[in-house]
């Protein structure tokens, strides 16, 4: 990495010292103070955020306590409001798509870093990336139309018949719901998956292929016991990663998951979702105590995905320094 | 070493090499499944009027969004106007000034922000634009777009800076240059493809946001004559069309999702063909 340019301020004994003055007439205080209020800017935006979702939720905070988490009702009407069906929506999709995405896109990074030449792998990598530029609201637009008469029609039956007496398959279905949701998701946030995965699988050393394979492994066994282990907090990463996508995702969800806010065992019946409750009810949600529960709904998303982004982080930046490290 | 305890190995090998070749074909192929049901749907519904009229009254078929693709025109333009200086020159400070206790600070703050759900930096400028003004209006909308190009915009132009060889700068500064000479005429000049890429790319991402636009620029059905007003976008027409239970809406959603899809994936390539063409210097 190259260094920057802090580094030149002292480029010898011999260099004079330029007074602030005639570094101010070259425009170098200028350039330094416009472009520090900008990224300062930055800073405060951030801040004013996270004070905006506080003081506007205050009104909840103060009403219900932490009742607002353990409550199953939601009821405009009655004004009174709890979190725990949207947070149990929220939770349960995100859980049901990464059980889908996740075997999905690390067995296809796995393909794409270890077994296809270069150029296909490079050439889908990039058609990869294309599709986690999709926007939300087509995948959404696609689920609606796609997924959700193809649960009632072809997915439903078939795990409803041989597995309904487990609770999670029980009940009838109406399209919408957890799992519709969950499969949309899931189709969401694979891109991420194959993504991150494949370049944290390629910055595993080639020494550490070559000594297994001259110790006689097997292709499966040096890739699973050796490169997988040795990419696996990256591997992780990208699983947080696509976590907290799942969990903000907003337009796909609402369109598929039913938009009822109940607590239910079944994967089929409809739900809802923190993301899905703040889009549909927010612009008709009357009375202060209504909307502000509404917002405090949205400081609990932006809480849970503040911790798993950091995880994810955190986790990628540790597995791509243990790779430099080792070949240098 | 018996001979069935290896062939037992290389047969788990093979099968499990397979396997992964299947997940690949499988998370592929679904993907361009679903994007050519996209492209069929869409390229069945698409028609002139689709850009050149306003919608229809409910019930009344025809029709178009030309509204809506304007208002999407607006809104894109005002986000960059916003988004983009301050992730620019934040970035110019990040590279080139900061010394690291607040460029980390800086930097915090952008992933913070970049990680923030959109549904939720809707609420910031509902919080910030709607509330104080008391009605849905455009510039609210660009408010939140542009929110969301910073963060993208700011790291790249910070990466891209740095990866200007640093014998250019000693270049400029041994020819007598100032600092913000040396910046502005060989610096930013050396990184501007993937600056530019950077932000194109932060471009194509707010293009197909819903979520911060359903409760800031809200929706109009008729052409918006200011700033002030709600004004339509594509995201939210499709998202409106499609949950609708009129049979015309949903072939205008489709036709609008292709219109959408389209524009970004033609941001997108062409990005990353201005990227592949090289960047003018080469890494140090």
């Known amino acids: 990495m190259v260094t920057t340019s802090t580094t030149y301020g002292s480029t010898g004994p011999a260099a004079p010292s330029r007074s602030f003055l005639s570094k101010f007439r070259d425009g170098d205080e200028i350039a330094r103070l416009v472009t520090f209020l900008f990224a300062m800017t930055v800073v405060l935006i951030t801040v004013l955020l996270v004070y905006q979702l506080w003081v506007n939720s205050a009104l909840p905070r103060h009403k219900f306590g932490l009742h607002f988490f353990t409550t199953e009702v939601w009821d405009p009407i009655a004004d009174e409001y709890g979190a725990l069906p949207f947070i149990y929506g929220t939770l349960v999709t995100s859980a049901v798509a990464l059980l889908l995405a996740v075997p999905l896109g690390i067995g296809a990074a796995i393909f794409l870093a270890e077994l296809a030449p270069t150029r296909i792998s490079d050439a889908l990598q990039f058609f990869i990336d294309l599709l986690a530029a999709v926007p939300s609201v087509i995948y959404g637009l696609l689920g609606f139309f796609i997924v959700r008469p193809l649960m009632r029609t072809v997915i439903y039956p078939a795990l409803n018949k041989p597995l309904g007496f487990i609770p999670i398959f029980k009940g009838p279905s109406y399209g919408v719901g957890f799992f519709t949701a969950g499969i949309v998701l899931a189709i969401m946030v694979i891109p991420y998956i194959i993504s991150v995965s494949r370049e944290v699988l390629l910055s595993v050393p080639r020494d550490q292929r070559e000594a297994a394979l001259a110790l006689g492994a097997t292709r499966w066994e040096s890739t699973w016991k050796v490169v997988v282990p040795f990419a696996k907090t990256g591997i992780m990463g990208s699983i947080f990663l696509a976590l907290a996508r799942a969990l903000g995702e907003t337009m796909a969800v609402t369109m598929v998951i039913g938009n009822t806010p109940r607590i239910a065992a079944s994967l089929f019946a409809p739900g809802y979702s923190i993301a899905a409750v703040i889009a549909n009810e927010f612009t008709e949600a009357t009375g202060d105590l209504y909307l502000q529960s509404l917002i405090a709904l949205g400081l609990v998303l932006f809480i849970l995905t503040f911790v798993i982004n950091g995880l994810a982080r955190l986790l990628i930046v540790v597995t791509t320094q243990k790779g430099s490290g080792v070949t240098r | ?284």
């Open chain 2, 1 to 284: 070493m018996s001979s069935t305890r290896v062939r037992w190995r290389k047969f788990v090998s093979n099968f499990m090499m397979t396997m992964t070749g299947l997940c690949a074909l499988i998370s592929v192929s679904v993907l361009f499944f679903i994007l050519g049901y996209l492209v069929y749907n869409g390229g069945t519904s698409i028609n002139w009027a689709f850009f050149t009229q306003l919608p229809k009254p409910v019930g009344e078929s025809g029709g178009g969004m030309a509204n809506a693709i304007v208002g999407s025109g607006k809104l894109l333009f005002a986000a960059s106007l916003f988004g983009v200086p301050i992730g620019f020159l934040g970035g110019v400070y990040l590279a080139e000034f900061s010394g690291s206790f607040v460029a980390s600070v800086v930097r915090y703050a952008a992933d913070l922000l970049n990680g923030v759900p959109s549904i939720v930096i809707g609420i910031f400028a509902y919080a910030m634009v709607v509330l104080p003004f008391k009605h849905f209006s455009a510039f609210a909308g660009a408010f939140a777009l542009g929110l969301m190009m910073i963060p993208i915009t700011l790291r790249s132009t910070e990466e891209f800076l740095k990866n200007v060889p640093n014998s250019l700068r000693e270049g400029a500064m041994a020819l007598g240059a100032s600092k913000s000479k040396t910046i502005r005429t060989v610096i930013i000049p050396a990184a501007y493809r993937g600056i530019l890429t950077a932000i194109l790319l932060a471009l194509a991402r707010v293009a197909g946001e819903t979520a911060p636009l359903l409760f800031t620029a809200f929706g109009n059905r008729f052409w918006s004559n200011s700033w002030s007003q709600p004004t339509a976008s594509l995201p939210v027409m499709i998202y409106t069309y499609a949950v609708s239970p009129y049979e015309d809406w949903h072939r205008q959603a489709w036709a609008a999702g292709l219109v959408l899809l389209g524009l970004i994936l033609i941001i997108n390539i062409v990005a990353r063909t201005i990227l592949a063409r090289g960047i003018a210097v080469p890494r140090s």
